[in-house]
């Protein structure tokens, strides 16, 4: 991974993409996808940031903007829905604008069908696209985290299971389309490789969900000047620990995971 400063990342077949545009005359294209993509992910930072949260980093890969936070620890779920559904409505509100300014140029009709095809895509109920991130919040706060992954990862595979089906038919009649077959491969990939232990709702209800709270739960709390090596001796088989790390004002500046506290050690 390329690091441009202290946030932007830049994954190494990004800058080949984009070579690759020019050279057969696509640049203006991948731009006008691109700013699309960006703007979907600094409406994610601007909700982020109005929220408390920090940014981590943002990285740029050939086929997508990612943003990564700090700490994803959010107490209400009005707020959650409002970080995540932030892209999409950024996106659906750039079509209609441009939809009303009545341009016919060519550009004007990329940029239009490029945030409809954001908005249309993210909204989907399948996870990580906000639209099913959204879904397993709602999910995880009435019937905890179990049933919400649960819930999430049967519709990724129907969903996945539907665009299979509608491309095969489709390929039959008009040929490939390479941009769906991405996507069910990005879906399909997703519903195996999903974090298992320190899923970020599994952690919020580990910390606090009271009535559904693990009894094999420990919460830790460190000031930034705080030693790693004496937290992670407290570490337990058998047990989910989650480390808080405060500043001396008492507020909450990063949530780690065991994981996290040993990387840091060994780093």
């Known amino acids: 991974m390329i690091k441009l400063g202290q946030y932007i990342r830049i994954d190494p077949f990004t800058p080949v993409l984009f070579a690759i545009c020019i050279l057969t005359g696509q640049q203006k294209i991948l731009l006008i996808s691109y700013s699309a993509i960006v703007i979907h992910e600094l409406a994610h930072l601007a909700a982020a940031r109005l929220m408390g949260l920090r940014a981590d980093n943002i990285t740029f ?19 959650e829905i409002i970080l995540y559904a932030a892209g999409p409505a950024i996106n659906i509100l750039l079509a209609l604008t441009v ?30 696209l906000d639209g099913g991130i959204i879904l397993k919040k709602i999910i995880a706060k009435s019937f905890g985290y179990r049933a ?87 570490f337990r088989r058998g047990n989910y620990g989650i480390v808080i790390r405060v500043n001396s004002a008492g507020e909450i500046v990063e949530t780690l995971t065991e994981q996290q506290v040993i990387d840091r050690l060994v780093g």
């Not at 903007?65 to 700090?70: A, E, G, T, Y």
């Open 61 to 79: 890969h050939p086929f997508g903007v990612n943003l990564q936070l700090k700490n994803k620890i959010i107490f209400s779920i009005s707020d």
């Open 99 to 128: 939809s009303m300014l009545g341009s016919t140029s060519d550009t004007a009709r990329y940029f239009y069908a490029c945030n409809i095809a954001l908005f249309c895509m993210n909204i989907l109920p399948v996870a990580p």
């Open 148 to 234: 919400a992954r649960r819930c999430v990862r049967i519709l990724s595979a129907l969903v996945a299971a539907a665009l299979i089906i509608t491309e095969v038919m489709a390929a039959y009649r008009v040929g490939i389309n390479y941009s769906v077959l991405l996507l069910i491969a990005f879906l399909v990939g997703n519903i195996f490789t999903q974090s298992e232990k320190y899923d970020i709702d599994f952690v919020n209800e580990l910390m606090f969900n009271g009535k559904k709270r693990s009894p094999n739960a420990r919460v830790f709390v460190m000031y930034d000047d705080g030693d790693y090596r004496k937290i992670a001796k407290s």
